[in-house]
């Protein structure tokens, strides 16, 4: 540290102009960044959900689908029926969607028995001239099982038109194409867009307006805490610029490294504003401590970056340490999460401890002594009584403190786990109430599938293995939050049906095997076998049931695949193997890496910090102390968490890691400076106390405040778990301040650690208070 300071000293304009060369190398990678709106890869490969839905698509085909909802008071009316074929054919035009593969009242094949065998036709082939044939029409549709409560709600209002998309659509050409389809047919009847190319949409659109919005927000609200905390140009100016490289060097190394935004890294921006502006603030802090004393600006740029430059070292260091532990997560976004942030507080380090000294040293002195003497007289009676209250009151301070631990245990066990993609928005937002709409209407667009593996080919033509199918999906429908079930036992029982003169009693599965293969036979005549590709293989070996759920809440989805897999278990046993994948299974399969993720990160992160601090600070009592404020804070935000039923899903996991990151930086700053007091004053506790919380503790706070106007933007965000981790991230920062300031001091008063009570002294008279306070105590003259 010496090294960079000397250079600072002797060759300020190097050091500036290393720094503008790096930031414009770095700032290239922000041209390559893209933007993941999917989250095919969040998981390992070796995942074995993974494998299944990966052996689903093998078997079935991999088809992202869209999906155009239309209500109406009722649908069978001559224009919404005309407005269905219209639409259908329209989309069959836009680029990306498989123009044979939309299904619609106007394109859905209908079985019908006739005398000759099986017709199979559209539904709907024009719009019906008369109220007769509208009548006929809507006989038809509720007589017919695969079309009502599946493609046609039952009350007639709602009808939805799907269609498959290939493998690499674009889904900015498929949204907008739709979307002027749509826009062209709009009248009495309202429409609703679903599937993966409208969500990857919305989560674009949502990124991007959280970047417009927070990243100014962010900007102008901590140019107002510089502005709070130092009342001078430099004080504003010199950590802004800090804010602003630190986001250019984070994000272009993020474009350089190939790592995508995700929702969970869109908060880095903003993120970075709230750390730089940590750095930024100690340093500017001492330096305005040495100018008071130092001949001239060099001198005074040169002792800051030597005496806070190991802390801010120390500080990023482990810093950057707690961020990286996220990796430990098996969450593809939040291990290059963890990574980046790491990355960037490295780069905010450097460009702290390089650019403001340096910038320091080239200024005039004018003007810095003035900026020192206008700071807040109150601020500093205040952070005084602080200091005697902790020391006066340092047991009961303990003992309130472990009662919180205890009623913040209530509220941990009371935390939820679950990840859902659809509660990323907020329940006013139009993806919301489109799924909702289609879980009140069409029995859901959530998804669980069910593949069923025979043991040998053509068995699932056999009548009781399609019966046990058949059985299967309807204790599947009997339970709460499913909507309806398909599969390849559903045709057959149609087919069953209509062969029988639509005898409702028909409505099973045959008993003869013979009969189940005319009847396939029978329907390849005038339709096509390939009509049931994405419901059963080539050789009648292996089905799929698909389920579709009408509920987000992820308990409700454990509870289910629990029973579903009891049921397959003994019912298909010997017979099948049974493996489950689809959408809700992905979800749930993350909430297992969240949860031992998280755990595994709380104690790994604070196990490698207090390493660290052990190493750093040379004792062990100071290290276990360093991590007592990370420590009271996880403990009490997690229970606040519980207690307001915020779960833990990605956008909070991270919450720990930065926490820890950020709150190791209040806890080495004070206890360095602390240790440092202590010689000063021969190890009096209480001076060195007061002039540790007129120096660092002060900083703390104009740290604490920069931070929380920093993170508070968060809760304007278009997402709820950033708005969440907005809102936790604060209370962290509060609590991390109050483990510094006051758990600290207490702390030290009670346990009086050897390494600080009895290290070497410098020797100097007991009654000469230390010079901080002798300077602070002349301000207070001076204001009065």
């Not at 730089?276 to 800051?304: C, D, F, P």
């Not at 606040?640 to 890691?657: D, P, Q, V, Y």
């Amino acid at each position: 540290m010496k090294l960079i300071a000397n250079i600072i000293y002797k060759r300020p304009w190097i050091v500036l102009i290393g720094l503008l060369v790096t930031t414009v190398l770095l700032g290239t990678g922000v041209t390559k960044l893209e933007t993941k709106n999917n989250q095919d890869s969040e998981l390992p490969e070796d995942d074995p959900i993974v494998k299944t839905n990966d052996y689903l698509e093998e078997v079935f085909g991999k088809k992202d689908v869209l999906i155009v909802g239309i209500e109406t008071e009722n649908i069978f009316n001559k224009e919404t029926l005309s407005k269905i074929i219209n639409i259908s054919q329209e989309i069959e035009t836009v680029q990306g969607v498989i123009g044979d593969e939309i299904t619609s009242l106007s394109t859905i094949n209908n079985i019908q028995g006739k005398d000759w065998g099986l017709d199979v036709g559209p539904l709907m082939e024009e719009v019906p001239a008369t109220k007769e044939e509208i009548l006929e029409l809507k006989k038809e549709v509720f007589s017919n099982e695969l079309v009502i409560g599946r493609l046609v709600s039952e009350d007639a209002t709602f009808t939805s038109i799907i269609a498959n998309l290939d493998e690499d659509y674009d889904q900015t050409v498929v949204y907008n194409e739709i979307s002027e389809i749509i826009k062209k047919h709009e009248g009495q009847e309202k429409f609703y867009l679903a599937g993966a190319p409208i969500n990857s949409h919305e989560i674009d659109t949502g990124i991007q307006d959280d970047v417009n919005l927070l990243l100014p927000l962010g900007l102008l609200l901590v140019l107002i805490g510089y502005f709070i905390s130092f009342r001078s140009a430099k004080g504003v100016i010199l950590p802004f610029v800090v804010v602003v490289l630190s986001i250019i060097w984070t994000m272009g190394l993020m474009g350089h490294i190939g790592f995508p935004i995700t929702v969970v890294s869109s908060v880095l921006p903003m993120l970075m504003i709230a750390i730089s502006s940590s750095y930024g603030i100690h340093v500017l802090h001492r330096y305005y401590e040495e100018i008071l004393t130092s001949e001239n600006r060099k001198v005074a740029a040169r002792e800051t970056v030597k005496k806070i430059g190991p802390a801010v070292l120390m500080t990023g260091i482990t810093s950057a340490i707690g961020s990286a532990t996220l990796i430990i997560f098996k969450v593809t976004s939040i291990q290059e999460f963890g990574i980046i942030t790491s990355l960037g507080i490295i780069s905010t380090l450097l460009v702290s401890i390089l650019f403001i000294p340096a910038i320091l040293a080239l200024s005039k002195k004018k003007g810095e002594k003035k900026s020192t003497k206008n700071r807040e007289v109150l601020l500093n009676k205040f952070l005084l009584w602080v200091a005697a209250v902790s020391l006066k009151y340092r047991v009961r301070i303990l003992i309130c403190t472990l009662l919180l631990f205890v009623i913040s245990g209530i509220g941990i066990s009371k935390i939820r786990v679950g990840n859902d993609f659809i509660k990323y928005f907020p329940k006013e937002h139009v993806l919301r109430s489109t799924f909702n709409k289609f879980n009140d209407k069409l029995g859901g667009v959530r998804t669980m599938d069910i593949m069923i593996e025979a043991k040998e080919a053509d068995m699932i033509k056999d009548p009781t293995f399609l019966k046990k199918i058949a059985n299967f999906q309807k204790f599947a429908e009997s339970q709460p939050g499913i909507g309806y079930s398909s599969s390849f036992s559903d045709i057959i029982k149609r087919m069953n049906l209509q062969m029988n003169d639509a005898d409702p009693k028909f409505n099973t599965i045959p008993d003869s095997k013979n009969t189940i293969a005319q009847y396939l036979l029978l329907y390849s005549i005038s339709g096509d076998p390939g009509d049931f590709g994405d419901l059963i293989d080539y050789d009648y070996q292996r089905a799929k049931v698909k389920l579709f759920l009408t509920t987000s809440e992820q308990e409700e989805h454990i509870a289910l695949y629990k029973k579903f897999e009891t049921y397959v278990n003994e019912n298909f046993k010997g017979e099948a193997n049974i493996e489950f994948g689809g959408e809700v299974m992905f979800w749930l399969a993350q909430i297992r890496y969240i949860v031992n993720g998280k755990i595994q990160n709380i104690f790994l992160a604070i196990l490698i910090v207090l390493v660290f601090c052990v190493i750093v600070l040379r004792s062990i009592s100071l290290g276990l102390l360093s991590i007592v404020p990370l420590t009271v804070s996880s403990i009490l935000t997690f229970g606040f968490m519980g207690f307001l039923g915020i779960r833990l899903e990605t956008g909070t996991a991270i919450i720990t890691a930065i926490g820890i990151g950020i709150g190791i930086d209040f806890a080495i700053h004070y206890l360095l400076r602390f240790k440092e007091e202590m010689m000063i004053t021969n190890g009096n506790l209480e001076k060195a106390t007061e002039t540790t919380i007129l120096t660092s503790g002060k900083a703390i706070i104009y740290d604490v405040v920069s931070n929380i106007l920093g993170f508070i933007v968060f809760i304007f965000s278009g997402f709820l778990p950033i708005q969440y981790f907005g809102w936790l991230i604060s209370l962290t920062m509060i609590t991390v301040a109050f483990g510094s300031l006051v758990l600290f001091p207490s702390l030290l008063g009670i346990f009086k650690p050897k390494s600080l009570f009895q290290q070497k002294m410098i020797v100097v008279k007991e009654e000469t208070p230390p010079k901080i306070i002798k300077k602070e105590m002349a301000l207070s003259e001076e204001s009065n």
